[in-house]
T-cell receptor
């Protein structure tokens, strides 16, 4: 049973466009929601994360929007660049126990 | 500060063979985890540890063993390799800030 559901599976965006990836969860005990970026042949790296006490967090071109009542959160990449082409994973965890549950990933391609 | 290191980077096994995937971190992190990554399935937690001497099962623990004798090391043992264990394996560690740091991965093929 997938604890975190992620969509779309793949995404193609023009350079300068906005990339949007969505995730949904069921377990209301989750209190930490990170996004990871993974390039081919590398391990995932933390991109940005949010806790449920805020509805939005922005770091540069990357923004997480969080909807606690809908149990959904999304990653927005503004002004998408070819260098953003990678696989993105959302995740959720409970601080106690530190177990992370990952979405199935979104392959983003930004075309020049 | 090397972060999280994993060895080997690549491994080919025959069905029934056993092996140990090594993972080490030099950040003094309490939490360490093993994941496998398969196409279309994301990262799935195999085993995790909240400190030396303490381990627990994740989502897909069957066929794998772990131990945590030191804070730094968290090896993953495949007892009797099966083709279904062909995957990319990632080790990760985290401290009190929840940020997980991943190693570079081990690509395992079981024939």
């Amino acid at each position: 049973q997938q604890q975190v559901k992620q969509s779309p599976q793949s995404l193609i965006v023009q350079k300068g466009g906005i990339s949007i990836i969505n995730c949904a969860y069921e377990n209301t005990a989750f209190d930490y929601f990170p996004w990871y970026q993974q390039f081919p042949g590398k391990g995932p790296a933390l991109l940005i994360a949010i806790r449920p006490d805020v509805s939005e967090k922005k770091e540069g071109r990357f923004t997480i929007s969080f909807n606690k009542s809908a149990k959904q959160f999304s990653l927005h990449i503004m002004d998408s660049q070819p260098g953003d082409s990678a696989t993105y994973f959302c995740a959720a965890s409970k601080s106690i126990g530190n177990q992370f549950y990952f979405g199935t990933g979104t392959s983003l391609t930004v075309i020049p | 500060n090397a972060g999280v290191t994993q060895t080997p980077k690549f491994q080919v096994l025959k069905t029934g063979q056993s092996m140990t995937l090594q993972c080490a971190q030099d950040m003094n992190h309490e939490y360490m985890s093993w994941y496998r990554q398969d196409p279309g399935m994301g990262l799935r937690l195999i085993h995790y540890s909240v400190g030396a001497g303490i381990t627990d099962q994740g989502e897909v623990p069957n066929g794998y063993n772990v131990s945590r004798s030191t804070t730094e090391d968290f090896p993953l043992r495949l007892l009797s390799a099966a083709p279904s264990q062909t995957s990319v394996y990632f080790c990760a560690s985290s401290g009190l800030t929840d940020t997980q740091y991943f190693g570079p991965g081990t690509r395992l093929t079981v024939l």
